[in-house]
């Protein structure tokens, strides 16, 4: 992993993935040769898979960051919403029926 310039942390599930994924551009790059079309350096495909890699898993933190503040929004409307009812409620019972009858 090391020659190739990839990144060389995580598990061994990452590393292998990360590994294949080198292997497949790579010989990507040898067909693109072999038809005399435009090569990309080895060291190259390591930077674009290491930024794809990259942008990945901020864009996953940011979303579950997202969706934690979305989760907390509705749980304290919820709660909202019941110190509301509760705190009516005690004011209907302090102020009486006239009061009710009055609004």
């Known amino acids: 992993v090391e020659k190739v310039y990839l990144n060389k942390n995580g598990d061994a599930k990452t590393l292998m993935k990360r590994h294949k994924e080198f292997i497949i551009r790579h010989n990507a ?3 693109a040769y072999l038809n005399h079309n435009e ?4 060291r ?3 930077r674009k898979i290491n930024q794809e890699e990259t942008k990945r898993i901020h864009s996953n933190f940011f ?6 503040c979305k989760q907390q ?3 304290e409307k919820t709660k909202q919403e019941q110190r509301f009812q509760k705190l009516i409620y005690g004011l ?3 102020m009486g029926v006239q ?3 009055k609004r």
């Open 29 to 31: 790059q040898i067909d």
């Open 39 to 42: 090569m990309v350096s080895d």
């Open 44 to 46: 190259d495909i390591a």
């Open 63 to 68: 979303n579950l960051a997202h969706k934690k």
């Open 73 to 75: 929004t509705i749980v």
């Open 92 to 94: 209907n019972q302090r």
């Open 99 to 101: 009061y009710r009858r």
